[in-house]
């Protein structure tokens, strides 16, 4: 299993930017996918989570009504639509797939990808 993240950059505090997540090696039907944050110096931290079977979402409280997670089956993509950033958003930003017992607890997951850096500026 691959997972490939991208769009991460510089963006002023108020933008927005989307970060996808392309996942290849194995299907996925069963799987949930996350997106996790890791800012320097701070553990990583959960962000959003959605279940590829139903698209159903779940978020964390920081980032609740400016984060959007969706996904896209026929591409195995996952995207992470960050509205109205904030300077406390920056951070390496990771998507990892899990198994439905996977919330937001990053060693309950089973891959990762690479990592994609958001940096806010204010």
């Known amino acids: 299993v691959q997972l490939q993240a991208s769009g991460g950059g510089l963006v002023q505090a108020g933008g927005s930017l989307r970060l996808s997540c392309v996942a290849s090696?194995?299907?996925?039907?069963?799987?949930?996918m996350a997106w996790f944050r890791q800012a320097p110096g701070k553990e990583r931290e959960f962000v959003a989570r959605?279940?590829?079977?139903?698209?159903?979402?779940y978020y964390a409280d920081s980032v609740e009504g400016r984060f959007t997670i969706s996904r896209d089956n026929a591409k195995n993509t996952v995207y992470l639509q960050m509205n109205s950033l904030k300077p406390e958003d920056t951070a390496v930003y990771y998507c990892?797939?899990?198994?439905?017992?996977?919330?937001?607890?990053?060693?309950?997951?089973?891959?990762w990808g690479q990592g994609t850096l958001v940096t806010v500026s204010s």
């Open positions: 990892a797939i899990g198994r439905s017992i996977s919330w937001g607890t990053p060693n309950t997951y089973d891959y």
């Open positions: 959605i279940a590829w079977i139903d698209g159903s979402t």
């Open positions: 090696g194995r299907t996925f039907h069963n799987y949930v």
